[in-house]
């Protein structure tokens, strides 16, 4: 063996990884990945062809006219015919695939951003992107087929991108890029959104965007599980996001798909024919106006509150005529919807709970949480699904916040972007140390003097590229912006200590970048200490999904040492080729929008704001609008301090000049005038009012009885945290087996230690419930949950909770005995007494305590002991009852081990009947 590898040799001949391995998938040699090790005569032939290809015959890009018959499409196109050169090594079979295109390669295959011309390339897989289902895949063994198959697994990227700016070149890439995506297709199988970091930038922007789309992808009857994941994608915690398909389709192309929404039209008119109704939706959908005329929108009737109908500088997106629907002819128990509306508000119009529906949803591959607004084709599925017929009633017009640039940045607009960056690991693994050692690295390369400030994000170099990581390590954060609609991190840099392997951070890490769809580069750090042991790193990422390229996986795997700086310069490397994969764009060339990373009150500056720009430039002077703030920027400097003028895409600034303190995860706009941005954030506050009014339901188990036994539930979804791995791994282990035919358990995480703030963002994003064996969560924590309405249920004995789960799912659960936390104290300090015992000297930290309560000693948030309180004194006297903000001296039952810290959780039963 040359023991070469592809990036090696593709470095060697001067050529991009990708294109290195395009080339060798062309000649037929198997490499997966730019990892691959290739054997000496694959080098040799490789080394021919590549040179030989120099002087001798080339694939050739040719522009065809379109014949009229093929393409309706508005605008002119141009198809591109990707002539394969004749090569004896290759088969006429493999040539006929198109070879993928260099960056900046001419400006041919970037005029052809349209999926038509897909068609001309590929011959036999002309119908294939728009066979998106599984039967057919079969049919794609052949090498021929297997572009089309990775087209396929990009697909669910794309649909939730159609909107978003990079959307011309995603298409483009279907086909230019297919033996890329072949080459690649480990990475695709596992990262349906591997694609997605790239139109990242604009995802939050969707709900406001105009829908275009190109009219293949619009009439693809596409495979639902890809649609669905885009969907996921689009609505992943963005509270004021309105529910929209992956695909972005309009309303109308619903229609030709058989989902048309019936409507109901308040002015139901008798004279109508009953099969009028269909009809009509055809009409509706040839009427649509937004599949061919992107940024113009007809006018139609609102039904929304003033603030919506009319608001300043807003418009009104225009919707067809409404056909009228005989009320007559409804099916019984129809009913009729108006919208958009929130999940919260449908599932209470259907009489369902709202976990019945966000489990629907999930069953569609939509994850939303009760305030997101589902727009009406989501509602007529969710019908279909939850098995309640749905007429949709009024469709309010979608309000578009007119002063924010929202157009399709067009192919050849589209610049390479640096990749965003954030590392993740388990507590003591290095991530800090592995930040600091990379712009350490950077700054002696690159710099004299250091860096000076942090402001959420640095910058660094490698091989003349930047990598942007994010400042803030650790998947909470990633999560924290995650769960409110921000989706920066393009790669997702897991640490792991090769002297402890892996631990129950580095599960959620994988669990959360898994969730995001965030592609892993592993890091194998502390490779410099005596314990390391990297082969056991890997073999326990195996058991947690994550299979190492050189084991057959796909994901890249580093060894690395923060403290000695060995492998750090390789895993940027390793970042840039991942990115290149990524093939991350934006256009520098309009307004900045982006993502607010931190910001903070500063007594003498005012409102701070660290904004990490992701498509567009932003410019000192400008007047932005970020969440529900607005202002106009004073002084925007980089991320060492500096000051500067502008900031293009993938840069992140610090900006002064905002009135007020946007959150951590706010999109940002740029806009032209001041005026502007006022307008915007004061209608946006005026939303954010409203929707928090209409806050109302929660997801819990005892919710989920009514819709199991009806058997319209199928998965429940639970995260399991306990005390010890032990308890964790049997809770899970039985609690998967737990299914009947009408529903089955989905655990979606699992962790030893008490909940925390990510579980309760993991349970927010995806409609679970979190199970707590014997941890309690903090009262911040339960806060959190409760604001979130995320339900903890907390147990001591494992057959509790299998019992609970499994009369859930029978719709069998007795009355239950609810608990009602009463007190909490902290043990401040200990005495002996003699012949009593062990007494804490307490302080009631919140509620009261009473003598007769049950107790739980919580250490660390695990908890040590139940049982009942012994003695309650205030200074000598035996009182009843402590209140908050008193000390008192207290002794438990049986329980001789009361350390300081601990904390004494008061609570009694309550017997509450099921609904
Ligand atoms: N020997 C050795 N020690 C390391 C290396 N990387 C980090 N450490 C040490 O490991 C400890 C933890 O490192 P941090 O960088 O703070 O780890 P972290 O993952 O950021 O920790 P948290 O911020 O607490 O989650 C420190 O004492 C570091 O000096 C390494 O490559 N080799």
Known sequence: MSNIKVHELAKELNMSSKDMLDKINVMGIDAKSHMSVLSDMDVIAIRNTVLRGKNGPETKIVKVVPKKAEVQQDKEEVKVVVKAAAHPSVSPEKTAKPQPQRQGQGQQQKTTNENHQHRTVQENQQQRPAQGNQQQRPAQGSQQQRPAQGNQQQRPAQGGQQQRPAQGSQQQRTHQGNQQQRSHQGYQQQRPNQGNPQQRPNQGYQQQRPEHGNQQQRTEHGNQQQNRQGQQRNMEGNPAQQVRHADNKPSSQKNTEGKQPQRYHEKSNAQQKSNEGRPQQHQKSEQKPEQKFPNQKQKQKSSLPPMQQKPVHHKSKPKPAEPEINMEELAPGTKIINVPITVAGFADQIEKSTSAVIM??????????????????????????????????????????????????????????????????????????????????????????????HIGASEVYANGHKIVFLDTPGHEAFTAMRARGAHVTDIAVLVVAADDSVKPQTVEAISHAKAANVPIIVAINKMDKPGADPTRVKQDLTEHGILIEEWGGDTICVPVSAKSGEGIDTLLEMILLQAEVLELKANPNRLAMGTVIEARLDKTKGSVATLLVLNGTLQAGMSVVAGTCSGRIKAMTNFKGDTIRKAGPATAVEILGLTEVPEAGDEFNAVKEDKIAREIAENRKQKLREEVMARNSSVTLEQLFSQIQEGEVKELNLIIKGDVQGSVGALTQSLEKLQNENVKVKIIHTGVGTVTESDIMLANTSGAIIIAFNVRPSTA???????????????????DVIDDVEAAMKGMLDPVFKEVVLGKIEIRNTFKVPGVGIIGGAYVLEGKVLRNAEIRLVRDGIVIHEGKISSLKRFKDDVKEVNHGYECGIGIENYNDLKEGDIIEAFKMEEIERK
Not at 781 to 799: C, D, G, N, Q
């Open 360 to 453: 629907a949803l999930m069953k569609l591959g939509i994850m939303a949480n009760i305030n997101q607004n589902l727009d009406e084709d989501t509602v007529v599925l969710l019908g279909e699904e939850l098995g309640v017929p749905i007429m949709v009633g009024k469709v309010a017009e979608e309000v578009v916040e007119e002063g924010l640039e929202l157009f399709e940045d067009k192919e050849e607009d589209l610049k390479s972007r640096p990749p965003i960056i954030t590392v993740m690991g388990h507590v003591d693994h290095g991530k800090t140390s592995l930040l600091d050692a990379i712009r350490k690295t950077n700054v002696t390369s690159t710099e004299s003097g250091g860096i000076t400030q």
């Open 781 to 799: 924590i339960s806060s959190m949950a409760e604001r979130e309405k995320i339900e903890i249920r907390t147990y001591r004995v494992i057959y």
